[in-house]
């Protein structure tokens, strides 16, 4: 057995896991995290992707092992406990997904570019779903969705000033 902790959507988590023991598997087995998807197995489709330490990763490519002392979000981190987050609302506004298994691990993507990018053009927005593989969106309304959160991220951010300083 291995011990893995993470930091994971804010908590410290720990596991005992045998070696071979994916990310993916360690998410949803071990701690009950199902959001992740096992589309493939083997890296194609993107389902399982996660956030670990900023970055965008096929949790099932990931062994829980290479994870330890990682910070990990996972799409049950994303809202807050009371809002979901604006790429969650803005895919909900735009209709973004349909049968909503690809979702995750969309979102995941567009989280991880947005931190990096706040306003990602439209080529950079298809860069960072490259990795992920829907099957019944055609991707149109998801670009639209990313760049109505980019834009509602952009304003937050520029108002916190004002209200920190309590204008
Ligand atoms: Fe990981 Fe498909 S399940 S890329
Ligand atoms: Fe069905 Fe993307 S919404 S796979």
Same mark, same amino acid.
């Given at each position: 057995? !291995?011990?893995?902790?993470?930091?994971? &959507?804010?908590? !410290?988590r720990?596991?005992?896991? @045998? %070696?071979?023991?994916t =990310?993916l598997?360690?998410?949803?087995?071990?701690f009950? =995290? !199902?959001?992740? *998807? &096992?589309?493939?197995?083997?890296?194609? $489709?993107?389902? $399982?992707t996660?956030?670990?330490?900023?970055? @965008?990763v096929?949790a099932?490519?990931?062994?829980a092992?290479?994870?330890?002392?990682? !910070?990990?979000?996972?799409?049950?981190? =994303?809202a807050?406990?009371?809002r979901m987050? @604006?790429?969650?609302?803005a895919?909900?506004?735009?209709a973004?997904?349909?049968?909503g298994? $690809?979702? #995750?691990?969309?979102?995941l993507?567009? *989280?991880?570019l =947005?931190d990096? &990018? #706040?306003? %990602?053009?439209? #080529?950079k927005?298809k860069d960072?779903?490259?990795? &992920?593989?829907?099957? $019944?969106t055609?991707?149109? *309304?998801?670009i639209?969705?990313?760049q109505e959160?980019a834009?509602?991220?952009?304003?937050?951010?520029?108002s916190? @000033?004002?209200?920190?300083s309590g204008?």
């Amino acid at each position: 057995m !291995t011990n893995v902790t993470i930091q994971l &959507n804010g908590e !410290t988590r720990s596991a005992a896991a @045998p %070696p071979e023991t994916t =990310l993916l598997d360690l998410l949803r087995d071990h701690f009950g =995290l !199902t959001g992740a *998807k &096992n589309g493939c197995d083997v890296g194609d $489709c993107g389902a $399982c992707t996660v956030i670990v330490d900023g970055k @965008p990763v096929n949790a099932c490519l990931m062994l829980a092992a290479q994870a330890d002392g990682c !910070t990990v979000l996972t799409i049950e981190g =994303l809202a807050s406990r009371h809002r979901m987050h @604006p790429i969650q609302m803005a895919f909900e506004d735009h209709a973004s997904l349909q049968c909503g298994f $690809c979702g #995750p691990g969309v979102i995941l993507s567009a *989280k991880a570019l =947005l931190d990096e &990018n #706040p306003n %990602p053009a439209v #080529p950079k927005i298809k860069d960072a779903l490259s990795g &992920n593989l829907c099957r $019944c969106t055609g991707y149109t *309304k998801m670009i639209e969705g990313i760049q109505e959160a980019a834009r509602v991220l952009r304003e937050s951010a520029a108002s916190r @000033p004002a209200q920190e300083s309590g204008e």
